[in-house]
């Protein structure tokens, strides 16, 4: 994609990942939006970069989709960048009984979101003589962490949704890309120092570089062999990708 002269909205734009990408590309002077439910968080981050704009939005909520795409319509009529970024990631145990609260909620902030916030603002992101559409998945879309089964299970279908989006949208003037993270020290799971999480900085530098290429996934270097894994032999390393967590567990609080 183009790096600059964009108009992007950014969901979960006032942290971890999401606010990353929203200064990256607000410095490099496009026009930023970030989406969130905390109007509080919005305010501090938009304080902190003058000139970007917040809008909130309750990704979990079609009515909040609908109202809030026609108000960026109207608002933003060069809105010309989506970036799909807001997720939530919480434990389960695939063994036993899963909340169904806790499941529905999960689906609904990291598959049914993105759906519906894209095909809400398709027409307009046609509309435009190039726009981007980029989907927030994970590497564990390749390989999932049991411990965050159905987390795992809403990027891969986020990353098999994108592949299908990007083939139907092959004709128009919208292209799809792709962003698959490690683990990012944000505090999406767990913010700490913990050496197997990429720091944020370096994370967003490497992917603002991959954007900045026609490649319809942008991984960083680190995690390339977890995604060149699946295939007919992956289960032995996904069996033992699991094992060392298990041997040595993530932190939760």
Known sequence: MKL?????????????????????????????????????????????????????????????????????????????????????????DAAGQIDDETMIGTITTNLM???????????????????????????????????????????????????????TLRDTSVTVQEIAPPWVNTDLVHKGDDPRAMPLDPFIAETMIGLATDVPEVIVEAIRPFRDNPGSQEHAVIHGFNQSVVDDPIPVA
Do not use: C
Not at 114 to 140: C, D, F, G, M
């Open 113 to 167: 979101g993105p759906i519906r916030l894209t095909s809400a603002l398709v027409e307009q992101l046609k509309s435009q003589p190039r726009s981007v559409i980029i989907n927030n998945t994970s590497v564990l879309a390749f390989v999932p962490l049991a411990g965050n089964a159905v987390y795992s299970a809403t990027k891969a279908a986020l990353h098999s949704y994108s592949l299908s989006q990007r083939f």
């Open 4 to 92: 600059t002269d964009n108009t992007i909205l950014i969901t979960g734009g006032a942290s971890g990942i999401g606010r990353g990408l929203a200064e990256a590309f607000h410095k490099l002077g496009n026009k930023v939006i970030i989406a969130g439910r905390r109007k509080s968080l919005l305010d501090e981050v938009t304080a902190a970069n003058p000139g970007m704009e917040g809008i909130e939005l309750d990704i979990n909520d079609p009515a909040s989709i609908v109202s809030v795409s026609k108000t960026l319509i109207s608002r933003y009529p060069t809105l010309n960048v989506l970036v799909n970024n807001a997720g939530i990631m919480p434990f389960d």
